[in-house]
């Protein structure tokens, strides 16, 4: 939270991101599509790990301040603490431009210590 406000996502940006990936298509009615949801998904679900990535870095500096309490910060922002123990062990060894992505960044920007 910043400012008494607290970043959520809408149903819009929900929508926005899934089209983005089936080229703004909605309905899929032939058998040829879905080799081509195949294909879209799996982009998607990259998207999805770049944004995961992004989040290793505060959840390590969050169990470092926290210790073995980090649990009751992790609730804060409603994750489990084997979720956040997955996230930052899929994130040993990535590069900056591995974990930057343009979605996270417009959901931080103007949140002091944003994401790349």
């Known amino acids: 939270m910043y400012g008494q406000s607290h970043f959520r996502w809408v149903t819009e940006d929900v929508l926005s991101i899934a089209t983005r990936y089936t080229r ?10 879905l080799s081509n949801l195949d294909v879209q998904l799996l982009s998607l679900l990259g998207h999805a790990d770049q944004i995961r990535l992004a989040m290793a870095a ?3 500096e969050v169990r470092g301040a926290y210790g073995r309490r980090w649990g009751s910060a992790l609730k804060l922002i409603n ?14 060894g990535t590069t900056p431009d591995q974990v930057t ?8 920007r103007g949140i002091p210590l944003p994401n790349r």
């Open 79 to 92: 994750m489990t603490e084997l979720d956040a123990r997955v996230i930052t062990w899929s994130a040993i």
């Open 24 to 33: 703004g298509r909605l309905e899929f009615s032939t058998p040829a599509h």
């Open 58 to 60: 505060p959840l390590r």
């Open 101 to 108: 992505n343009s979605d996270a960044g417009r959901a931080l």
